[in-house]
């Protein structure tokens, strides 16, 4: 916490103030970056890693398998969520951002030097879910964690700008995922990356993690914690129905938009090639909706700063539920289908993402914040989210792939009605927060 010195006036106070906590939200995002680039790659090379992991002899198998392991990561979030969230609200926000960042760079490492199931069979499966296991607990508490440092950190007037940083850091893990696929998959041939080449994206993640977790190093804890921590002996215990209100009503908001953003992001470009579109193609075109996407952010995290958190989260419900059909029906083998689809979908989607921050830290008191995101965001995300990329492939599998899309479509409205059911939240004080 920065404090004003003899000599120092208040506005230079204030201005090493902001500048200090601006250099926190940079070490903070710099690592949520890396973090979700770990996690994307997963997603972009899961054909390769199909075919590297699990017996080849049934390929649509294989790939179900790989979609399997992603779902099983995220079931362990809402875990890692609890137990870094308790963490979180006891020790610090920094503390668990440093723990997280080391624990994914670890899986990151093992998933690019583990042996293939040709060498030791069933063996290798293991290994894999055994590392994905780890970083989907390490997952929970960093998406929690950052989205309460964020939050806690930003000026109340400016928190849900401040907040589209916790989102576009998830865009921009995927983007830099997703360029490193393309760059592989152009550079290599197919048979080299099939052979060794999918594994330089985690080798990649884990070096840059390094960096990263210097970054983090340097970070501020949080005033509003700090000041929470002092203020804890005096505060009468929460109603335990108003928690579980505001952690259903948390749940339900964020299933609509993690299911159509793990579609639209680590599905979409599986789905684009089978339909006959080129890989290196997929993943390039994805690369440039997502930067629509990361582009958008900032209007829809400001505009919310204005016009209230409410009306931006309804608004993507409506449109989402609309238009989650005819843009699915849009995909086919060129490459401008892909583009425009996916990047009117993405930008649909950033409206939400770019306010999640702001939005799930309004809704409970600074000392259960943390854990109130970490089981809330991790639970919605884990059965919505990480289920999304296997449900869409098992449905097209069954030439019943409509009902991927009606899947969304519900889910949307069931964040519009979760949204109506919450108070306005727009530029209260965090420590005046309650559930």
């Known amino acids: 916490m920065t404090h004003q010195t003899a000599g120092t006036t208040p506005a230079q106070a204030t201005s090493g103030t902001l500048r200090s906590k601006r250099k926190s939200m940079l070490a903070s995002s710099v690592g949520n970056v890396m973090e979700w680039y770990e996690w994307s790659a997963y997603a972009v090379f899961a054909p390769f890693i199909a075919a590297a992991m699990f017996n080849n002899a049934d390929p649509v198998s294989a790939l179900l398998s790989t979609f399997a392991?992603?779902?099983?990561?995220?079931?362990?979030?809402?875990?890692?969520?609890?137990?870094?969230?308790?963490i979180a609200d006891r020790?610090?926000?920094?503390?668990?951002?440093?723990?997280?960042?080391?624990?994914?760079?670890?899986?990151?490492?093992?998933?690019?030097?583990?042996?293939?199931?040709?060498?030791?069979?069933?063996?290798?499966?293991?290994?894999?879910?055994?590392?994905?296991?780890?970083?989907?607990?390490?997952?929970?508490?960093?998406?929690?964690?950052?989205?309460?440092?964020?939050?806690e950190i930003a000026p109340s007037e400016r928190r849900g700008l401040w907040g589209s940083i916790v989102f576009a850091a998830i865009f921009g893990g995927s983007v830099v995922a997703y360029t490193v696929?393309?760059?592989?998959?152009?550079?290599?041939?197919?048979?080299?990356?099939?052979?060794?080449?999918?594994?330089?994206?985690?080798?990649?993640?884990?070096?840059l993690a390094l960096a990263a977790l210097w970054l983090r190093r340097t970070m501020d804890e949080s005033d509003v914690f700090e000041s929470s921590e002092k203020a804890d002996a005096e505060v009468a215990p929460l109603p335990r129905g108003r928690v579980v209100r505001a952690i259903l009503l948390v749940v339900a908001m964020?299933?609509?938009?993690?299911?159509?953003h793990y579609t639209w992001t680590s599905y979409v470009s599986t789905y684009a090639i089978g339909q006959g579109m080129a890989p290196n193609t997929a993943y390039w075109v994805t690369v440039g909706a997502q930067l629509f996407g990361l582009a958008a952010l900032p209007f829809w995290g400001r505009l919310s700063d204005r016009i209230g958190r409410r009306p931006v989260m309804i608004g993507f419900a409506v449109v989402m539920t609309v238009l989650q059909l005819p843009l699915t029906a849009l995909i086919g083998s060129a490459g401008w289908t892909l583009l425009v689809a996916s990047g009117i979908a993405i930008v649909v989607i950033a409206a939400p993402g770019s306010i999640l921050s702001s939005i799930m830290s309004e809704a409970f008191p600074t000392r259960i914040r943390t854990q109130g995101i970490g089981f809330a965001y991790s639970v919605s995300v884990a059965v919505f989210g990480g289920t999304a990329p296997y449900l869409n492939q098992l449905f097209n599998n069954l030439e019943i792939g409509w009902m991927s899309s009606g899947y969304i479509m519900i889910l949307c409205v069931c964040t519009g009605i979760a949204v109506f059911l919450m108070r306005e939240t727009k530029g209260i004080r965090l420590e005046d927060a309650h559930c």
């Open 254 to 260: 964020t299933s609509g938009i993690t299911a159509a």
């Open 69 to 86: 392991v992603f779902a099983v990561g995220f079931l362990m979030r809402p875990l890692g969520g609890i137990v870094f969230g308790r």
């Open 91 to 151: 020790k610090g926000r920094k503390f668990v951002l440093v723990t997280t960042m080391l624990t994914m760079a670890t899986g990151s490492l093992v998933i690019g030097l583990m042996p293939t199931y040709s060498s030791i069979g069933v063996g290798a499966s293991a290994i894999l879910l055994l590392a994905r296991v780890a970083q989907g607990f390490a997952h929970g508490g960093e998406s929690a964690t950052a989205n309460t440092y964020i939050a």
């Open 181 to 207: 696929g393309g760059v592989v998959t152009t550079v290599l041939s197919e048979s080299a990356v099939a052979a060794w080449g999918w594994r330089i994206p985690f080798l990649l993640g884990a070096l």
